[in-house]
């Protein structure tokens, strides 16, 4: 169901615990749609979406603040039983959104017709439908895992932006940052590809979730990846973030690894960058937030292809605003645009040859009380309607930096989809 106006559709959502051992769902992968899954996954525990009950689609400027008063409307419409009342249970929309105000790409809002939820060893059904006693009907069991369908591989290629051409690039944007254009600017490059006809989706989610188990594996509305950043989490008032900038690719042994990291948490452009980030990440918050707490220095992040710098960010929300309003006030972070945004977002537009579309956006999910987690759409792809990938990966631009370097580092990027997709 498209939605384009004011008649938004009365939901009535009922949230049943399931019983016994939570491993009879050890894979939430293999329960969504293999050609249009939804999922929202990190350390096994996650949200599986089955079917689609809504669709709500946004563009350009006002796209959060449409989406946030369209989700109140759903929510003071809906009529929510849920006994559990943990993240996840009851209500809830998976979200999508795109980059830039100018982007083509939509926008989306999906609540499933089914969500299966598992959490802290609790399991739960959410079941969704539209209209008086729409959901009264259905028996609330798990629905069954399906057979993964047959194995593929897809070698992603250079988009529109070539190797030597994401070099030159950054050796224009360190240009305008040594002309004081710029402080800092995220260039991203893509890789494009093409599934085979039937190619089960769920393949992917699954090797993303099993490689990257504590980053958030998401898939929604073509958008697939496996996001180490977390935009924000809101619940019950307190909220949560991860800021991250500053990378290094891993080393080959454990000595040259340890070097590694050793090297990212002592460098002194990294820790400036980083450093960036987490004071915009402290300055935009901090009018919804009280107790807004970050650590002093950032920690070092493994990841199975790289290290980052991280660091963690708590707060307590003091002014209302639901998750949708504070991924709006927090998009873009300078993780993903720069300093200053509106210089950094001026010069992206310029000089990346692409439409960024859902890349580097909050994708997540919300629920009836406005609680929800987003991350950063980061090391994902983009899959459109007739099976055509799109990739994107990018790196933080400081006057320091070397070209070279950061196609490397964008290199390590794709590494968790193209791994993937092999
Ligand atoms: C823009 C990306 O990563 C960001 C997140 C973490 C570290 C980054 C960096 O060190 O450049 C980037 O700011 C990407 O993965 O496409």
Same mark, same amino acid.
């Given at each position: 169901?498209?939605?384009?106006?004011?008649?938004?559709?009365?939901?009535?959502?009922?949230?049943?615990?399931?019983?016994?051992?939570?491993?009879?769902?050890?894979?939430?992968?293999?329960?969504?749609?293999?050609?249009?899954?939804?999922?929202?996954?990190? @350390?096994?525990?996650?949200?599986?979406?089955?079917?689609?009950? +809504?669709?709500?689609?946004?563009?350009?400027?006002?796209?959060?603040?449409?989406?946030?008063?369209?989700?109140?409307?759903?929510?003071?419409?809906?009529?929510?039983?849920?006994?559990?009342?943990?993240?996840?249970?009851?209500?809830?929309?998976?979200?999508?959104?795109?980059?830039?105000?100018?982007?083509?790409?939509?926008?989306?809002?999906?609540?499933?017709?089914?969500?299966?939820?598992?959490?802290?060893?609790?399991?739960?059904?959410?079941?969704?439908?539209?209209?008086?006693?729409?959901?009264?009907?259905?028996?609330?069991?798990?629905?069954? %895992? #399906?057979?993964?369908?047959?194995?593929?591989?897809?070698?992603?290629?250079?988009?529109?932006?070539?190797?030597?051409?994401?070099?030159? !690039?950054?050796?224009?944007?360190?240009?305008?940052?040594?002309?004081?254009?710029?402080?800092?600017?995220?260039?991203?490059?893509? &890789?494009?590809?093409? &599934?085979?006809?039937?190619?089960?989706?769920?393949?992917?989610?699954?090797?993303?979730?099993?490689?990257?188990?504590?980053?958030?594996?998401?898939?929604?509305?073509?958008?697939?990846?496996?996001?180490?950043?977390?935009?924000?989490?809101?619940?019950?008032?307190?909220?949560?973030? #991860?800021? +991250?900038?500053?990378?290094?690719?891993?080393?080959?042994?454990?000595?040259?690894?340890?070097?590694?990291?050793?090297?990212?948490?002592? $460098?002194?452009?990294?820790?400036?960058?980083?450093?960036?980030?987490?004071?915009?990440?402290?300055?935009?918050?901090?009018?919804?937030?009280?107790?807004?707490? %970050?650590?002093?220095?950032?920690?070092?992040?493994?990841?199975?292809?790289?290290?980052?710098?991280?660091?963690?960010?708590?707060?307590?929300?003091?002014?209302? $605003?639901?998750?949708?309003? &504070?991924?709006?006030?927090?998009?873009?972070?300078?993780?993903?645009?720069?300093?200053?945004?509106?210089?950094?977002?001026? !010069?992206?537009?310029?000089?990346?040859?692409?439409?960024?579309?859902?890349?580097?956006?909050?994708?997540?999910?919300?629920?009836?009380?406005?609680?929800?987690?987003?991350?950063?759409?980061? @090391?994902?792809?983009?899959?459109? $309607?007739?099976?055509?990938?799109?990739?994107?990966?990018?790196?933080?631009?400081?006057?320091?930096?070397?070209?070279?370097?950061?196609?490397?580092? $964008?290199?390590?990027?794709?590494?968790?989809?193209?791994?993937? !997709?092999?």
């Amino acid at each position: 169901m498209t939605v384009s106006d004011a008649r938004l559709p009365v939901l009535h959502v009922e949230t049943t615990p399931i019983p016994g051992p939570v491993d009879d769902l050890a894979e939430l992968a293999a329960l969504v749609d293999s050609r249009d899954p939804l999922l929202w996954q990190r @350390r096994g525990d996650g949200l599986a979406g089955i079917g689609e009950i +809504l669709r709500l689609e946004f563009h350009g400027p006002g796209r959060f603040a449409d989406a946030a008063a369209a989700w109140r409307t759903i929510v003071t419409q809906a009529t929510v039983v849920d006994p559990l009342g943990v993240p996840g249970s009851g209500l809830l929309a998976f979200g999508a959104f795109a980059f830039s105000a100018l982007s083509a790409q939509s926008s989306v809002l999906i609540v499933p017709e089914l969500i299966v939820g598992k959490r802290d060893g609790q399991c739960w059904v959410t079941r969704v439908g539209v209209g008086a006693a729409a959901t009264a009907a259905a028996p609330a069991e798990l629905p069954a %895992a #399906r057979p993964f369908g047959p194995e593929y591989s897809v070698t992603l290629r250079p988009g529109s932006l070539d190797p030597q051409g994401y070099v030159r !690039l950054v050796t224009e944007a360190i240009a305008r940052i040594n002309r004081h254009e710029v402080g800092k600017v995220v260039l991203a490059r893509d &890789l494009v590809g093409q &599934l085979p006809p039937d190619a089960d989706l769920r393949r992917v989610l699954r090797v993303l979730a099993a490689g990257y188990p504590d980053c958030w594996t998401y898939a929604v509305d073509g958008l697939v990846g496996s996001s180490p950043e977390t935009l924000i989490r809101a619940h019950h008032g307190d909220l949560s973030a #991860r800021v +991250l900038a500053g990378t290094i690719s891993r080393g080959p042994d454990p000595a040259a690894d340890q070097a590694a990291a050793v090297a990212l948490a002592t $460098s002194e452009k990294d820790n400036d960058e980083h450093e960036f980030a987490v004071q915009s990440l402290l300055a935009t918050l901090r009018p919804h937030a009280t107790h807004v707490a %970050a650590d002093e220095v950032p920690f070092t992040l493994k990841l199975p292809n790289l290290w980052h710098l991280a660091t963690d960010i708590e707060g307590t929300l003091s002014d209302g $605003s639901t998750s949708l309003d &504070l991924i709006a006030a927090l998009h873009p972070t300078a993780a993903v645009a720069g300093t200053p945004t509106d210089v950094a977002l001026d !010069l992206i537009d310029e000089l990346e040859p692409f439409d960024r579309g859902r890349y580097a956006g909050p994708v997540g999910w919300v629920d009836a009380a406005g609680d929800g987690e987003w991350a950063i759409a980061l @090391r994902c792809a983009q899959i459109d $309607s007739t099976g055509t990938i799109t990739a994107y990966a990018g790196c933080g631009i400081v006057a320091e930096s070397q070209p070279e370097q950061e196609l490397a580092e $964008s290199r390590m990027k794709f590494r968790p989809m193209v791994d993937a !997709l092999l």
